[in-house]
Structure formats: C-alpha cells, structure tokens
C-alpha cells in the first residue's frame, strides 16, 4: 500500500500545554472493503534528522476525556506526549479506534459485562468482536506521508512494531509507555499482558524478566 492510499486534508498550527505542535489531518479507505479511516498526526519539531519518538494512540473517550481510570489510556497519552515535547521533537498519530476499535456504544456494553466479572477479551468476544479489532495500517501511511522511514516507536503493544514493519517503516527502538497501575485497571492491565502479549513491567510479580 502507498502512501496514495491516503490524503493530508488539514494542517494547523497547535499549541499545547507540552509546547507547540503542528496538527494534520488524514483520511483514507483500508483493507478489502477499503473501510474509511481518519487520523490526526501531532508534531513537533524536527522529525527528519534521526529516528523521532512516536507514538500511535487510539482514541478513548472514556480514558482521555474523562479520566477514566479503567484504563491507562490518558496516562499512557499524556506521557507520551511529555516524553515528546523533552526531546524537542517527534509524531503522536491519534487514531479513532474506540474500545480496541469497537465502538464507543459496544465498548460500554464491554464494560457491562466486565462489571459482571469477564475481563476485556471475554466482554469483547461475548458480543461478537475480536479480542482487539484494530489494524493498524492507517498510521504507518501517515508516518511515511511524512517522510519516515525510521522512528523509535512508544509502546508496550509488539501488534504495533509489527504493523510499522509490514509498512516498511523501521523500529529502531521500543520506547515503554507504560503508566503506573491503580487498582481499578489492575485486571484489565493484566489481560492486556496475559492475554494480548503487551510488554508490562509493573504488571505482576514475574515482570521483571521481560523487559
């Protein structure tokens, strides 16, 4: 797939409180059924002269908006956006990917039955779903539309260097991004480790051997 396959639709100046950013966005048509996607890419900087730190991210409006603490979701994006702005420079690609690309309403109803006592992966396949429905095919276009090729990738997801890879974008390094645990995202952290293979070092007392 080339970069064709999307199209850079807005670009703006973006002040932040982590410093200023330029905000672009993209949207493009994916896979067999050439789904629709959309994407805005943050950045900062100067993202050509080495790797830059990036980080995709999919939207959660629960966890990004709100403060939910269900999820690590805001700490996860507000840390990688820190991480960015002390560097000078780098690509946060926000992805609409609600609820591992489920939905905002199916993800609510996923909490329901997690309230009920299935973890994430149980609550998604109950109504029908994967256990994680995202591809990720979307960010790795955007990143070559801006001329990537390299980047150090934040993430604790290896689906996510996977899918640069098959992009042709290189991962020169896997940054963690992982946010500190409370007790009420303490099992949905540890499905994400257990049953989705995340790279967690604050999950469990066996972590330490894996990063």
């Known amino acids: 797939m080339s970069t064709d396959s999307i199209r850079q639709v807005a670009s703006a100046d973006f002040p932040t409180r982590w410093g200023k950013f330029r905000i672009l966005g993209f949207e493009g048509a994916f896979g067999p059924a050439q789904k629709p996607e959309t994407a805005v890419a943050l950045v900062m900087g100067d993202i050509q002269s080495k790797p830059p730190l990036v980080r995709i991210h999919s939207q959660c409006l629960t966890g ?83 001329g990537l090729t390299q980047v150090r990738l934040l993430s604790n997801n290896p689906d996510k260097v996977a899918a640069l890879t098959t992009a042709g974008i290189e991962v020169t390094e896997r940054v963690p991004c992982e946010a500190s645990p409370n007790a009420h995202a303490e099992e949905y952290l540890k499905t994400k480790k257990e049953k989705l293979g995340h790279l967690l070092n604050n999950v469990g007392a066996e972590d330490k051997a894996i990063i």
């Open 64 to 146: 990004d908006v709100f403060g939910s603490l269900r999820c690590d979701c805001r700490q996860q994006l507000e840390m990688a956006l820190g991480m960015i702005a002390e560097e000078g420079a780098g690509v946060l690609v926000y992805e609409q990917q609600e609820g591992r690309g489920i939905g905002l309403m199916a993800k609510l109803q996923a909490y329901e039955l997690q309230d009920s006592g299935l973890d994430t992966v149980e609550a998604n396949e109950r109504l029908g779903f994967k256990a994680d429905q995202r591809e990720f095919a979307l960010p790795g276009e955007v990143l070559k539309a801006l």
